[in-house]
């Protein structure tokens, strides 16, 4: 069995040092700078989600740090996405920090694709550790073969939270528990895949990146609901309903030499 087959038959995979110890090393002081500076400022960012009461949270740090964007437009994660996605080229949707306090609780069970207005299946989720994660810290848990199962889910809340866990024991969709994982170990989850995880009962900050790739040549769809009419402006600037799914801020991150000019110290390791 290989990632990829574990991603097609499961909706989500565990790549187990996908960032060198040197490379998460350079990364983090760059993303903590930038989620401090983000937090200290109390900037929202225009996102209307309350991921807020769970995480410190900052969306397309690329944008914030030269060294941020080369942590996130990293072709060796763009390539394991395509790669998993059966697709030859993905652009960016948008990066996030996720940095879990101590004492924060469980994300409930949701579905990211309710949030995006695009109308492809062909999207993935990376969520790289950036520093060991245990088990009490938070890890990710997802609903094995929910991702082929269609539109299920609705705003992420207590509510939605109780509905899809019962849909889950319903339809017996096994629940994978990530193991602890090293720093520079990921997980990839499909858009329609569900997924939680767990509180932070532990003393220390669970500093996680995530990354959204989709496949080049997806479309932006009509929003949906809300959350889509926002994340259409924010994240697909001057894209319409029907469109190309691409602005400035979708690059496509693989391969690298496709559509846009890749940063300068992007590394030219190929390897997954
Ligand atoms: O890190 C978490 O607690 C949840 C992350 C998540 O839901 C996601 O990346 O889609």
Redesign the pocket.
Known sequence: MTFTDDFQRDGHALVRGLASAEEIGAYRPAIEEVVSEVARRGDAQERIDDYSK??TQVTNIWRLSEAAREIVFNPRFARAAAELLGVPAVRLYHD?A?F?PPGAG??PW?Q?RYYWPLDTGATV?M?LALVDVEEEM?L?RFASGSHRAGGMGDVISDDTDRRLDALIAARRWPVWSAPPMRAGDATF?AGGTL????ANDSDRV?E?L?V?YYADGARAAEPANENQRVDLEVFLPGVRPGDEAKSGLNPILWPIDCDYPSPSSISPRRET
């Open positions: 769970l995480f996030q996720l879990k469980r994300t949701h990211d989720t969520w938070g990710m989850h997924h939680s995880a767990g669970r996680v995530t959204i």
